[in-house]
């Protein structure tokens, strides 16, 4: 998973994604079960259902990331991340921003992992820096 552009500053400011929207970049988010063949062990934690908890909590998914696969048997259960803001966070940029950060896979690749984290603004002009405080 290439996580070079999470923290991009110019992606910083944003709308809310909507589901259609996660759903063309990020179809294994929407996955109904596991992928055939996980262990009998393994628990389906299902990522649609964790973000719609979010939004009734007011956090907003602004930027959303999917595994890409080796193996076509994987396709649509890979690897995702989805980053959450505050909705009364989304069109600003203070010094100090919390946000979300939601792991997962369907394949057994992945446990299903949220993080919370801060964003520090470092650059005044909103095209600048800024660093991830965890």
Not at 23 to 49: D, E, H, L, N, W
Not at 66 to 78: N, P
Not at 93 to 115: F, M
Request: charged share 25%.
């Amino acid at each position: 998973m290439n996580t070079g552009n999470i923290s991009r500053p110019s992606q910083f400011k944003g709308t809310a994604l909507d589901s259609d929207s996660l759903r063309s970049r990020a179809p294994s988010i929407f996955a109904s079960g596991p992928m055939t063949g996980v262990s009998g062990r393994y628990t389906f934690v299902p990522t649609a259902r964790i973000v719609e908890g979010l939004r009734e909590l007011d956090w907003m998914p602004v930027e959303v990331e999917e595994q890409r696969i080796r193996t076509e048997l994987r396709r649509g259960y890979q690897k995702h991340l989805i980053r959450f803001r505050r909705s009364s966070q989304m069109q600003t940029l203070d010094e100090w921003n919390v946000e979300l950060v939601l792991l997962n896979s369907h394949d057994g690749g992945c446990a299903y992992q949220l993080h919370a984290g801060i964003y520090r603004r470092i650059c005044s002009n909103g095209r600048g820096g800024g660093r991830w405080i965890l």
